[in-house]
Each structure stands twice: as C-alpha cells, then as structure tokens.
C-alpha cells in the first residue's frame, strides 16, 4: 500500500471464473480435443474445413457448418512472429515463436507455440507436429497442446494446395 501522492494505492490479485457452454457446434471440436483429435467442421456449399469451428457458420458462404472432419494432427506454418519481449507471468523462455499453423486438411490456421528448435530456424512452410501434455493434464482446450515442433519433413510450398479434401 502506498500514500504518496494522497492517494490510497492497492494492489490486490483477483480472478474471475466464468461458466460457458459450448454449444452443437464446438461440443465435437472440445470432444475431440479431449481424445487427442483435431475436429472441425465442414462447409456444406464450399467445402471449406474449419478449425477449429468457429460460431457455426461459414463465413464465405453463410450456411451452418455441417460435419465433423478429422484434421491434422500435422500442419504447416503460414506465418509467425519472434517473440523478445517479457511480460508478467511469462513461463516461455525468450526468444520464443507464435505461429499459424494450417493443420493438415484444414482451411484456416490456427495459432499456437513452435518449440524444439531454435527461433531463426522456424520459417513459412515448415512442417510441424503438436506435443501433447500428459493426459492426466488435459481438459476440454487446445491448452492440451504443449507446443508443435518440426517434424524434419520437407518444407510445403504454400498456396500449392488447398486443405479442403
């Protein structure tokens, strides 16, 4: 606490918990996160695979997003960023990288942590693989996921092929 300009200061720790439900739509996506899958969902007009589902509807074509596709587990990085900066609470060593990663069969990319390989060696393309958290650990969320490493396979060009299968 601290009085030096007049006013009382505070610092207090507090945390919120929410309640969510999650809905037809996402219910087989966290389903599957909890059984070590990738499940999205499928446009029924234009194909297109999305992971994870994101409100229901597809957004090129505005039709409900009909069903379940496996994808992944493998993916591809489309882009990412280097981080250098600290923050509160950090628990990742620096530098570390984000990334998008466009899970195998998949028609939007997903962010998440590249490890297992030095920073300036993680480049558009790469391909990855997601290192899971011991089961005991898991819950309904992609937090699941450790982090994705290389998995040594050859780059992928990107905009070669289209995930929708």
């Known amino acids: 606490m601290s009085e030096a300009d007049g006013l ?3 610092r207090q720790p507090i945390g919120v ?3 969510w439900s999650a809905g037809p739509n996402a219910t087989s996506h966290l389903a599957g ?3 070590g899958k990738f499940v999205g969902k499928r ?4 194909a297109l695979v999305y992971f994870p589902p994101r ?5 090129k074509c505005a039709k409900i997003l009909a069903g379940d596709v496996e994808v992944g587990p493998k993916g591809t990085i489309t882009t990412f960023c280097i981080v250098n900066v600290p923050f509160l609470g950090q628990k990742i060593k620096l530098p570390y990288v984000a990334a998008q990663i466009l899970l195998d069969g998949a028609d939007i990319s997903m962010q998440h942590l590249i490890q297992e390989c030095e920073a300036e060696d ?3 393309g790469m ?3 997601p290192v899971w958290k011991d089961k005991s650990e898991w819950g309904p969320s992609l937090e699941n996921i450790q982090h994705f490493r290389p998995t040594g396979e050859p780059d992928r060009v990107m905009g070669s092929e289209s995930g929708a299968s």
């Open 17 to 19: 918990t929410y309640n």
């Open 127 to 129: 391909r990855v693989e």
């Open 55 to 59: 409100n229901g509807v597809c957004p």
């Open 8 to 10: 009382v200061r505070l």
């Open 122 to 124: 993680v480049r558009i």
């Open 43 to 46: 446009c029924p007009s234009c």
């Open 33 to 35: 996160l909890m059984s």
